[in-house]
């Protein structure tokens, strides 16, 4: 599996499962711009450091790529964290601890939450999902 693939894979499962979970909120990816007006979510995909998991000839090795899936819910500030709450845990439901990817190729782990208040008028809950797969070289 390559990175694009991988890639792929995520944001698909993303764009099956969040409309009904979440009651329509919308979403952006990396790079859109968003309405800031009202909650949404910012889906970002981001590497990290892998390593060799075999040793081979060329053609024969396999490495583990590392990332991690990070959703960022925006909401207004001073509306309380209650519906941020809700949004991360179908967050939650979609990336933690599963198999994405038409043979289970992307292996997803415990997800983990940080707030961050960025500015006076926006509150940000960020939910952060590890995950990996394999790329034979």
């Not at 892998?50 to 081979?56: A, H, K, P, Q």
């Given at each position: 599996m390559t990175k694009a693939d991988a890639v792929k894979a995520i944001l698909q499962r993303w764009m099956i499962e969040w409309p009904s979970l979440s009651d329509g909120t919308p979403y952006v990816f990396d790079n859109d711009v968003a309405d800031e007006s009202s909650t949404y979510a910012r889906v970002r995909i981001q590497s990290l450091q892998?390593?060799?998991?075999?040793?081979?000839a060329p053609g024969n090795r396999r490495f583990v790529r590392e990332g991690l899936i990070i959703v960022e819910l925006r909401g207004p500030a001073?509306?309380?964290?209650?519906?941020?709450?809700?949004?991360?845990?179908?967050?939650?439901?979609?990336?933690?601890?599963?198999?994405?990817?038409?043979?289970?190729?992307?292996?997803?782990?415990?997800?983990?939450?940080?707030?961050?208040?960025?500015?006076?008028?926006?509150?940000?809950?960020?939910?952060?999902?590890?995950?990996e797969y394999d790329e034979p070289r």
């Open positions: 892998g390593g060799e998991r075999t040793i081979g001073n509306h309380g964290r209650g519906p941020l709450d809700v949004l991360a845990a179908h967050v939650r439901t979609i990336f933690e601890a599963v198999r994405i990817g038409p043979a289970g190729e992307v292996v997803t782990f415990s997800s983990y939450d940080s707030e961050d208040t960025s500015d006076a008028a926006r509150w940000v809950l960020a939910v952060s999902t590890p995950f």
